[in-house]
């Protein structure tokens, strides 16, 4: 993985992040957050804290959010108000450019592509983000969408470690076994993540998958030059104390590695619609 590479197999299987990738929650998320900070006379998110909670799980998340927020009221109070705005904010949520197009002729295209979901949001905050869009939700199986809270993720174990990538393609791997046997199980090469995340690249790479990286401008603003080296999952969100704190994994192929600058595993794009599906041999 670590050497440039041009030779790929054709890509059989899609693995998408949701918030800020497929839905416009991350502008939820920020509206709600802002409201709360205003609210307590403090300063509204900079991109450069934003940055680092993107993709990550709530606790973690949370961890960071408030080392830097200093908030004069309790966690409890301010899990009870951002869970109120959220509620309300999460119902508004819609499709980003290029979204349906690209999972429609995904869901269409022969041979067949595998498609899953990989989200740290939780069960319940996928389910009100998504509710007014069921029809195009439904191109993904409801055992191959893995949320935050998901059983099969190892407990403290989210991204920027790969492991609810390694699950999503798991799941991938025993609906082929269990509806086409005669099909070849996915490999992790043969997949791609599509993320907006600095650590959900990061996860990707670590699993030893393709990558689309499509940030939000904010973001990419904040990673301004290093772009290559958030391609290559080398941007260091994943800190080795981490590791002590999360534990090892019990997933086959985690932790898994990150990759080299320029290897050719991961492309920028600025939104779905630019996807180039020739790229990755898959015929639409």
Known sequence: MGSSKTDFPPIRACIFDVDGLLIDSEDAYTAVTNTI?????RPDLPWKIKAQLQGRPGPEAGRIFHEWAKLPISYEKFVARNTELQAEAFRHCKPLPGVEDLLRKLQN???????ALATSSIGKNFEIKTGSMKEMFSVFAEDQIVTGDDDRVPKGRGKPLPDIYLV???TINEHIRRTSPEESEV???ECIVFEDSVPGVEAGRRAGMR???CPNPGLLNEYQGREKEVLAG???EHKEEEIERHGTSTIKGSPGHVGEIDDGWAEMLQTLEEFRYERYKIEV
């Open 234 to 236: 080398k941007t260091g």
């Open 168 to 170: 999503a393609l798991q």
């Open 37 to 41: 900070l205003r609210e307590n006379n």
């Open 187 to 189: 490999q992790p090469e």
């Open 211 to 213: 990558v689309v990286w």
């Open 109 to 115: 295209a022969r041979p067949k592509v595998h498609m």
